[in-house]
């Protein structure tokens, strides 16, 4: 099993930023992408950006050039950089982690509130 735990929600003025953690425990050998989804009141889960183990990040049209994903592997650890938050930026986010044991193993985190407004 892993668990993940992010850290690093809260309330946010428009055009400001946040810095969102997910840290990774447990049985963490075999860790491959791992990423960032959101999800609105009223909307489905949505794919934020992930970054696989070699370092390539990806990201959602919606964020690109405002959020940056970044890992340090040592840590078991991912990161997402918010900048220039908009209010539709506004939702829980949870970090995902895929593991490689023979088949791929999806966990996800239990979310963070993220709130822009003024």
């Known amino acids: 099993q892993v668990q993940l735990v992010e850290s690093g929600g809260g309330l946010v003025q428009p055009g400001g930023s946040l810095t969102l953690s997910c840290a990774a425990s447990?049985?963490?050998?075999?860790?491959?992408?791992m990423g960032w989804y959101r999800q609105a009141p009223g909307k489905q889960r949505e794919l934020v950006a992930f970054i696989t183990n070699t370092g390539d990040a990806n990201y959602a049209d919606s964020v690109k050039g405002r959020f940056t994903i970044s890992r340090d592997s040592a840590k078991n650890t991912v990161y997402l950089q918010m900048n220039n938050l908009k209010p539709e930026d506004t939702a829980v986010y949870y970090c995902?982690?895929?593991?490689?044991?023979?088949?791929?193993?999806?966990?996800w985190g239990q979310g963070t509130q993220v709130t822009v407004s003024s």
């Open positions: 995902k982690a895929d593991v490689r044991r023979g088949t791929i193993y999806r966990y």
């Open positions: 447990g049985s963490t050998a075999g860790i491959s992408n």
